[in-house]
């Protein structure tokens, strides 16, 4: 039996890791968290290593306001933290817990900002796989201008009120690519890609390489998650109206300015189409291209500003040299 949490579900934000956290959550022995992320509470004292279980961990990660996602009482916490020795084990514990409760052997997580935090996630639990998520960065950025806030996502950079596609770009470019270089770190037995466009096109085939690549059956229930969920209701977003896998929520073909499709690709152009994604223009237009330059520039700015002031790096999100790509 693998150890738990057995799987982590990771992306750029609105890239599909919803979606595939529901799909796989209805399989009848996986259970998966959506969006707890308690577990960088011991990320920060890591350094790259698991590190020994301290009341002080303990309590931190029962002050996340996150953590009643798993729908655990605080005395099952502390339960799971007696047959603890590090970090490590008190987390797999919290989720074998977690998978239990759902009459379920096995349990993962989706964080989709986990996918900056790959090696540290590899140092603390070596045995988990990780599902990383893809989708085209322009219909990722017409769904972030719609979902960001001052206080969340990319809506959080100061070049964000003036700029918003060229954050969406540096954001999307520099997720996918911080993902794509720490998967492959970890093999093809542990690391696969999914391809939003192919999932929502293609439900049960995408799923079931999916389970092939967890050691899993694959199982009818993954495809029809939806059902007795919320109905659809106007005023509702895709999340809240629980849609199956739905094609054509996002067009940036249709939806996007063509100025904002040039300023996106001259930033991120380069990921787009090293991923297969088609690109509009060859050649970027030295007004555009002038101004992705300014936008990146203040980006890296922003970056080192927050730096001194984190607590940790993790805060932010950077490791060293993480910029270094952007130019």
Request: proline fraction near 7%; include cysteine.
């Amino acid at each position: 039996m693998a150890r738990n949490p057995c799987l982590f579900v990771v992306g750029c934000a609105r890239s599909g890791t919803t979606l595939l956290q529901r799909l796989l959550d209805a399989h009848p022995q996986l259970a998966v968290s959506n969006d707890p992320h308690f577990i960088h509470e011991g990320l920060r004292k890591s350094a790259g290593r698991d590190v020994p279980l301290t009341a002080d961990l303990v309590e931190r990660v029962l002050a996340c306001p996150t953590l009643r996602r798993l729908s655990l009482s605080e005395q099952e916490v502390r339960e799971a933290a007696t047959t603890a020795e590090t970090y490590g084990d008190f987390v797999g514990a919290i989720y074998t817990t977690f998978a239990r409760k759902r009459g379920k052997p096995l349990a993962g997580e989706k964080t989709a900002r986990y996918v900056r935090y790959l090696p540290l996630l590899d140092a603390i639990f070596p045995w988990a796989k990780t599902l990383h998520i893809v989708r085209d960065g322009r219909d990722v950025a017409l769904s972030m201008l719609d979902w960001a806030r001052p206080d969340r996502g990319p809506g959080r950079y100061r070049l964000w009120p003036e700029q918003p596609i060229a954050v969406c770009a540096l954001s999307w470019r520099w997720h996918v690519t911080t993902g794509q270089r720490d998967g492959s770190a970890r093999g093809p037995s542990r690391y696969q890609e999914v391809r939003y466009e192919g999932l929502v096109a293609e439900p049960e085939p995408t799923m079931r390489r999916v389970s092939a690549f967890l050691e899993l059956p694959f199982a009818e229930a993954m495809l029809s998650y939806d059902v007795s969920r919320a109905p659809n209701g106007a005023g509702l977003c895709s999340k809240e109206r629980w849609l199956p896998p739905t094609a054509g929520l996002r067009d940036w073909r249709t939806e996007m300015a063509p100025r904002d499709v040039e300023l996106f690709e001259a930033i991120a152009g380069d990921a787009l189409a090293a991923l297969g994604y088609e690109v509009v223009h060859e050649r970027i237009s030295p007004g555009v291209a002038a101004l992705a330059t300014r936008c990146r520039e203040r980006w890296e700015a922003d970056v080192r500003a927050h730096l001194p002031r984190k607590a940790s790096r993790l805060d932010f999100g950077l490791r060293p040299r993480e910029y270094a790509g952007l130019a």
